[in-house]
């Protein structure tokens, strides 16, 4: 199998965080593997981690909200790429509010959308999940500020179970 270090080792994409919802379960963890799949009609794919508590709510969700983080948002991400939703109720730290079906929204990021979950897609040790939006942020006013980047998050440990 050929490695991909060389390749990856250079991407430093925009990070997000991913929560969900199912019956009376929130979740939500940080991820860096998100993008638009299709134009007409408008698609994103998120992959989400086999290993997280997240995913596992994610599987008997509807919906997913994909917050969109920005470089002042290092907090929000040391919380949801930090800890895991296993022992820590993340969304007590935090201001949000239930949106589509109970999609928890995060406050803090204002650029975020809300995806009907319409398939998945194994991916090792991830699992895709194609979305639909259905609700999308305000327009923001302004010039947005940074984008917090990979880079940014190296002391992070990638492979807790958020």
Known sequence: ??????????????????TAASGS??????????SQCSIDPPRFAVWLSVANHTYRVACEAEYLTVHLLHHGDRALAELFGGETGDRVDKFAKVAWR??????PVLEQPSVWFTGRIEGRMEGGDHVGFLLAPVAVCPPYEGKPPPL???????DLDPGHPA
Not at 1 to 8: A, G, Q
Not at 98 to 103: A, I, L, Y
């Open 25 to 34: 379960a929130r979740a939500g963890c940080l991820v860096g593997f998100v």
């Open 1 to 18: 199998m050929t490695e991909l270090d060389p390749f990856t080792d250079v991407l430093d994409g925009p990070m997000y965080v991913v």
């Open 98 to 103: 239930p949106g589509t079906e109970g999609s």
């Open 148 to 154: 917090l980047r990979l880079r940014e998050l190296t």
